[in-house]
Structures are given as structure tokens and as C-alpha cells.
């Protein structure tokens, strides 16, 4: 069974740092790109960042681009997105989803095999 799993979410202060972990039972995760996304109340979903599945090319919306680090463990089956410099702005249930292809602009194109979330806050 294909199963997406996140963990590492929580709360945190502004400028606070928190590392998300999308873990993957069923398939190898480096066999496809996989990307980020979230969903902040009343909002629609929006990609965050993506890593590829061949080279490992890294992307990401202009946001988070030198805040956040996505990366690959592939002993562990395991994508990481390392966020540091939180806002409050970040404040979302954030998801791992697995897909084709990386869009440069940071978004994972054509996404399956979603998690369940996890919720990250970042308030004072």
C-alpha cells in the first residue's frame, strides 16, 4: 500500500525553526518527485517547494526560497523540509505529496499520494 506520512510539525515563535519529515512506505521515494505543500485557513492549497527525482534539483516559491531546504534521505525513505526563519505567514497544515515532475517555480506538478498534514504554527 502507497502511504505518505509527515511528521515534525508543531509550534513555534517567529524566527523559530521546525524540520518536517515526509516518510513513505509502499514505494521509493526517490523515484519521484516529491514536493511540499500547505493550506492556511481559508486559503487554497499552494506548492512550497519540490526536489526531483533524478538529480535532486531543489525549487522553491519565492517566499521561502532561502529560508526553507528541502532534502532527500533515501536510506530512510525519507524527504525532509527544514524551515527556518518562521513567520506567522507560514502558520498552515502543511503537506508531502509524490508526482512526475518539479515545476521551476517551486511546484510539484501533477501530485499524488498525499499524507494526512501536519500542522505547523508560528505565533509570539
Known amino acids: 500500500q502507497v502511504q505518505l506520512v509527515e511528521s515534525g510539525g508543531g509550534l513555534v515563535q517567529p524566527g523559530g525553526s521546525l524540520r518536517l519529515s515526509c516518510a513513505a512506505s509502499g514505494f521509493t521515494l526517490d523515484h519521484y518527485a516529491i514536493g511540499w505543500f500547505r493550506q492556511a485557513p481559508g486559503k487554497e492549497r499552494e506548492g512550497v517547494s519540490c526536489i526531483s527525482s533524478r538529480e535532486g534539483s531543489t525549487y522553491y516559491i519565492d517566499s521561502v526560497r532561502g529560508r526553507f531546504t528541502i532534502s532527500r534521505d533515501g536510506p530512510k525513505n525519507t524527504v525532509h523540509l527544514q524551515m527556518n526563519s518562521l513567520k506567522p505567514e507560514d502558520t498552515a497544515v502543511y503537506y508531502c505529496?509524490?508526482?512526475?515532475?518539479?515545476?521551476?517555480?517551486?511546484?510539484?506538478?501533477?501530485?499524488?499520494?498525499w499524507g494526512q498534514g501536519t500542522q505547523v504554527t508560528v505565533s509570539p
Open positions: 505529496a509524490g508526482g512526475p515532475v518539479c515545476l521551476r517555480t517551486g511546484i510539484l506538478l501533477a501530485p499524488k499520494s
